[in-house]
């Protein structure tokens, strides 16, 4: 398992593709940050914090991650290979979470380079290190989370098809959902009792949560779940071929 998680993210990392994800989604952070006068421009608000990086990224995660993980095992099914790493000694489930830490790592990646914008607020304050530490942290716990659920939904969603296109817009749909589905019904206002409990079956909710600097173990669960259940989904798509 170790064997094959260090090569998906070797394979990530040697490929164009791997560095132009990253780089697009430092872009198109820094670009709302620091460049673009709306609402999440840091320097016009006149405030030190980061609350619009952690606003956007959930949207651009939307985007990326289904990037990132289209191709772990639409790739391998299309070219052929799929049937060779079906014969390793390894499980259906270890062969699936290689890929999913695999996913996990490069989304690591893509965060640590934004704490350059933590650095910079932090010294941009009319009073030197007056930020909400403790929200900014809870934010990027919030972000891992959020980034590991969507990159179970984009394996899942690779190992339904061997179509990298199909893989993604089904990742890309089922990540907005959960994200953002759940919080429209909620505001529609029709379940009555039941509309808080569906607005807590979404991720935003949770994110929302964890974000605020108070790690609620009912958040870590609930993300812990959502994770589980799409791993357990691919591991079941991938033993479907022995039915």
């Given at each position: 398992?170790?064997?094959?998680?260090?090569?998906?993210?070797?394979?990530?990392?040697?490929?164009?593709?791997?560095?132009?994800?990253?780089?697009?989604?430092?872009?198109?952070?820094?670009?709302?940050?620091?460049?673009?006068?709306?609402?999440?421009?840091?320097?016009?608000?006149?405030?030190?914090?980061?609350?619009?990086?952690?606003?956007?990224?959930?949207?651009?995660?939307?985007?990326?991650?289904?990037?990132?993980?289209?191709?772990?095992?639409?790739?391998?099914?299309?070219?052929?290979?799929?049937?060779?790493?079906?014969?390793?000694?390894?499980?259906?489930?270890?062969?699936?979470?290689?890929?999913?830490?695999?996913?996990?790592?490069?989304?690591?990646?893509?965060?640590?380079?934004?704490?350059?914008?933590?650095?910079?607020?932090?010294?941009?304050?009319?009073?030197?290190?007056?930020?909400?530490?403790?929200?900014?942290?809870?934010?990027?716990?919030?972000?891992?989370?959020?980034?590991?659920?969507?990159?179970?939904?984009?394996?899942?969603?690779?190992?339904?098809?061997?179509?990298?296109?199909?893989s993604f817009i089904v990742s890309l749909f089922l990540c907005?959902?959960?994200?953002?589905?759940?919080?429209?019904?909620?505001?529609?206002?029709?379940?009555?009792?039941?509309?808080?409990?569906?607005?807590?079956?979404?991720?935003?909710?949770?994110?929302?949560?964890?974000?605020?600097?108070?790690?609620?173990?009912?958040?870590?669960?609930?993300?812990?779940?959502?994770?589980?259940?799409?791993?357990?989904?691919?591991?079941?798509?991938?033993?479907?071929?022995?039915?």
């Amino acid at each position: 398992m170790i064997t094959l998680f260090k090569k998906e993210v070797k394979i990530f990392l040697s490929s164009l593709i791997g560095y132009i994800v990253i780089t697009v989604f430092l872009l198109v952070n820094g670009l709302f940050l620091w460049i673009f006068p709306l609402d999440f421009n840091i320097l016009d608000n006149g405030y030190a914090n980061l609350d619009g990086l952690f606003v956007l990224t959930p949207f651009v995660f939307m985007f990326l991650i289904p990037a990132i993980t289209m191709r772990s095992f639409a790739e391998e099914k299309r070219s052929g290979t799929i049937e060779m790493l079906l014969t390793k000694p390894l499980s259906d489930l270890q062969i699936v979470m290689a890929k999913f830490f695999a996913g996990v790592v490069l989304v690591l990646f893509s965060l640590i380079p934004t704490l350059i914008y933590y650095i910079s607020v932090y010294y941009l304050g009319s009073v030197k290190g007056n930020l909400d530490s403790g929200g900014i942290w809870g934010s990027y716990i919030g972000l891992i989370f959020l980034g590991s659920a969507f990159v179970a939904i984009g394996v899942f969603s690779s190992a339904i098809t061997d179509n990298q296109i199909i893989s993604f817009i089904v990742s890309l749909f089922l990540c907005s959902f959960l994200y953002l589905g759940f919080e429209f019904i909620y505001s529609l206002s029709v379940f009555g009792k039941l509309d808080l409990f569906i607005q807590s079956l979404g991720i935003n909710a949770h994110y929302a949560s964890i974000s605020r600097g108070v790690i609620d173990t009912r958040d870590v669960i609930y993300f812990l779940s959502l994770i589980s259940i799409f791993i357990l989904l691919s591991k079941i798509s991938l033993e479907s071929r022995k039915w």
